[in-house]
């Protein structure tokens, strides 16, 4: 029996890094592309990919729609959100978001400064390319469709 959710969601409007490397024409290429593949499905038609779970990537952002279907099995104060960003900025944010999600499931917090495993992780996760800053900033104009795309919806 599950008592609590926790999700963690990425700020659609914020994205500055792209979400995968490409290039910035590619991906703008892209984004225009999907946004006039789909101008006619409303944006949680569009984020449930027709039932496939193939919604691709610019509709992944419509998270009101991604949270609405958690909404129908948890109470709100069952689920907790985490914005991705924030989860990731630092390694004190990290650890914050996780006490957080510790403390939401009822967890006892746990010493992440003492585990060998998680230095590993953290060790590995750092070499990560987009760790490295390997990743290209977004057209400004991608960033400005998007915004105008996401911003309704998600309010």
Do not use: I
């Not at 592309?33 to 990537?57: F, I, K, L, N």
């Not at 959100?81 to 939401?104: G, W």
């Amino acid at each position: 029996l599950v008592r609590r959710a926790g999700r963690v969601q990425r700020d659609p409007a914020a994205r500055s890094p792209l979400p995968y490397p490409c290039a910035p024409d590619d991906f703008h290429n892209m984004v225009r592309a999907d946004v006039a593949d789909h101008r006619h499905q409303t944006p949680c038609d569009w984020s449930y990919g027709a039932g496939r779970g193939d919604a691709g990537v610019v509709a992944r952002g419509f998270y009101a729609c991604q949270l609405d279907r958690w909404l129908r099995s948890f109470p709100r104060d069952r689920l907790l959100v985490l914005v991705f960003e924030r989860f990731v900025a630092s390694r004190t944010d990290t650890l914050a978001a996780v006490a957080a999600l510790e403390a939401f499931v009822g967890l006892p917090p746990f010493d992440y400064d003492a585990s060998l495993k998680v230095a590993l992780v953290e060790r590995l996760y750092a070499a990560m390319p987009s760790r490295q800053g390997a990743y290209l900033p977004m057209r400004p104009d991608t960033a400005r469709t998007l915004d105008d795309l996401y911003c309704h919806p998600n309010r």
